[in-house]
């Protein structure tokens, strides 16, 4: 790894959070807590959450990690973050009850996981373009796991002592700013340019196809000053 990448310790303390700038490369050490959606909706609409000191344990790791038994001890096989935007109904809430100060996942999370992370000083560290299987060997030890017989291991909370783990780049930081909110305004402010340098004209239309397999039609906006 990387010695240039700063490696942050677990639990990370609020005056560590709150120096985090957007994009910053960095791994952690220490020990996670892992969680899929049966957590988030048991967290908070059934109030069931592993018995953990949350103070000493304060980092999420969004994963499913796959496990495998092999005699009294279990070992990681793949441990590939999921995509943390998918619960972004419950983040929020979650954030706010465990007072997490680290979210670890793929991808980003919302405007209200945003605000909940700005509220408690926290932050969400998103994966760098990695295999999980790069990721399975930082993990020195499996410390324990929790409703596996109820769950099932891919939905259990397993806790992880970690070392050099990553590398993540701060996505959301703990003032509730999104790297990926500002990159996509960035990306909005240049497309005029771009569109008048393509020679696409004003008022271009194409068509979106949504995720449900409905179409509409767009029309871009002219550009704010079209050469002559």
Known sequence: MNEAIADLKLPLRPHVARSLALGTLVTVSGTVFTGRSRFHIRAIEEGVVPPLDYDEINAFFHVGPVMRREGDRWEIVSIEPTSSIRFERYGGDVIRKLRLRTVLGKTTMG????????????VYLSKVGICGNQLAPQVRRVLGVHFVEELGKTEATW??????????????????????????????GAMPSIYAELGVPPGFEFTRVDATGGASSIRLAPPENPDP
């Not at 992370?117 to 926290?122: I, R, T, Y």
């Not at 002592?161 to 909005?188: H, M």
Request: negative net charge; glycine residues 10%.
């Open 111 to 122: 405007p209200r996981s945003a605000a909940a992370l700005a509220e408690v000083g926290g």
């Open 159 to 188: 806790v992880f002592e970690v070392e050099r783990f990553g590398p993540f780049f701060v996505a959301i930081d703990a003032k509730g700013n999104s790297y990926f909110e500002q990159l996509d305004a960035d990306t909005r």
